[in-house]
């Protein structure tokens, strides 16, 4: 689609201009219903900038690929001139004074913020039913989540209110919406995009990620936002050799797929499974080979997860206070202890205070041991289980989601059953390695089935190859 838009844009078939107030227009007619956004961009301000990229296509410029084309962020990421909640009370009027560095680099490469999208607060939900603002709903049936915590992103990608947007994943957050959604989300390896101006949830497992229509499209919003940044010192570039392989083209009749058999047991739905087992008989049937494999570790990854994630979540929060960044307006404030307490109390909601009541517990004297050293243990073996499964195979074909999108209000009681959503999602977190969903298959009530792509660490480009071939089998 990227690729479409610039091309009619040079040949100057649409101007940037009309293409603005194309997606503001779309916006205007579908999100009454959906609530994909929490905020637009000022539209004034947007057009000038449409108007000065139609200047220089009038003069005969060059423009870069992204230049003219709109894109959404999700409202954990800070941009300039635009307030950023992260989906909390806490921080309603926060204004950044400075920006994410991804989305710097596609502002730099002439890509248009028009708008910051729905999440569940501080990232912590798989529906977008946490957001302390109003639930998104998804495109494909009103009545149901758009997963989450991008779901914001995900729906404003599906119901073409943006060509693009960004996102971030943690355990599952933009895959799952993907999948939930029926469009492409992309998380790369871990350190391959700066976090800098990315509202932390856990550090360690962290990652700003594209929401796309075509693996293509994710391919050149992740070329642009990849790369070092001395402002995130867990930021890198891709090694020079996996740099060399990002054009190289191979075939789907040299790879080898490795079907991990942990994640087609028990609790996956039996028509994601049907539906899932189809499409990898399609891509079997194109001269792909398909071995069944094992992650042993795999089934202790959402306990291992669910320790450090609210553990790192304890530290990050810790700095909203009420004071630094704002807080709860109208509290009636005594004392010192007063403000933390209430603005704390009254701004996170009963998710985030669960989480980093949880995380505080795994970290405290007497259990840090027995908790979250223990997960740390657990980690490095799940990270061994996929270094040791990828000298056997190329890439690792799974269900990315174990349901199909639920009802709205169907888990809200039961965070158990919310968290089990991530099921199939945080292994790639866990030990840091590049997964794709891939929209593969449709139930008969028009309900999307996503097949998740997983690579070995640092194998990003050749991963998106890969689903390139996939996605041109299965749809």
């Not at 301000?45 to 296509?57: F, N």
């Not at 495109?139 to 989450?148: E, K, Q, S, Y």
């Not at 490795?258 to 028509?271: I, S």
Request: charge should be neutral; include cysteine; hydrophobic fraction near 40%.
């Amino acid at each position: 689609m990227i690729k479409e838009l610039h091309q009619k844009l040079v040949n100057k078939e649409i101007t940037a201009v009309e293409l603005i107030n194309h997606y503001f227009n779309i916006i205007e007619e579908k999100d009454n219903q959906i609530k994909a956004f929490l905020s637009l961009v000022e539209k004034e301000k947007v057009l000038k900038q449409a108007e000065q990229i139609d200047e220089k296509i009038n003069k005969g410029e060059n423009i870069n690929l992204l230049e003219g084309i709109p894109f959404a962020i999700k409202d954990n990421m800070l941009a300039l001139g635009t307030r950023t909640t992260a989906g909390s009370k806490i921080l309603e009027d926060y204004e950044s004074g400075f920006e994410s560095t991804a989305v710097k680099s596609l502002k730099d490469q002439g890509a248009i913020l028009i708008g910051k999208t729905n999440m569940d607060e501080f990232a912590m939900g798989s529906s977008t039913e946490n957001s302390a603002f109003f639930p998104t709903k998804n495109p494909c049936d009103l009545t149901r989540v758009p997963g989450g915590s991008s779901g914001g992103s995900a729906a404003a990608v599906k119901s073409e209110m943006v060509p693009f947007a960004l996102g971030s994943d943690t355990g599952g957050s933009v895959r799952q919406p993907a999948s939930f959604c029926g469009i492409v989300g992309f998380k790369p390896s871990y350190g391959t995009v700066s976090r800098y101006g990315l509202i932390a949830m856990a550090s360690s497992l962290d990652i700003i990620s594209p929401l796309t229509q075509t693996v293509e499209d994710a391919e050149l919003v992740f070329k642009i936002i990849a790369g070092q940044d001395s402002m995130d010192s867990t930021s890198f570039n891709l090694p020079t050799d996996s740099d060399k392989k990002k054009d190289k083209e191979f075939k789907i009749e040299d790879l080898v797929f490795g079907l991990p058999k942990e994640y087609f047991q028990k609790g996956l739905d039996d028509v994601i499974k049907k539906k899932i087992e189809e499409a990898i008989k399609k891509i079997e049937s194109q001269g792909a080979k398909i071995k069944e494999v094992s992650l042993p570790t795999s089934s202790y990854a959402l306990s291992c997860y669910y320790i450090i994630m609210p553990a790192e979540i304890s530290a990050n929060l810790a700095r909203f206070d009420g004071i630094r960044y704002g807080g709860i307006k109208n509290l009636k404030i005594d004392n010192l202890r007063d403000l933390y307490f209430k603005n704390r109390g009254q701004g996170f909601g009963a998710e985030v205070r669960r989480r980093i009541i949880l995380g505080t517990h795994v970290l405290s004297s007497g259990y840090y041991d027995a908790y979250y050293k223990k997960a740390q243990q657990v980690r490095k073996l799940i990270n061994e289980d996929f270094n040791k499964v990828f000298q056997e195979v190329d890439f690792l074909l799974t269900p990315t989601s174990p349901t199909l999108p639920f009802k709205i209000g169907e888990k809200s009681d039961n965070p158990l059953a919310m968290y089990l959503s991530d099921i199939f999602t945080v292994g790639a977190n866990i030990s840091g390695v590049p997964a794709i969903n891939l929209p593969c298959a449709w139930t008969e009530n028009n309900l999307p089935v996503g097949l998740q792509l997983i690579g070995s660490y640092l194998s990003d480009y050749q991963l998106l190859q890969a689903a390139k071939l996939i996605e041109k089998i299965i749809i």
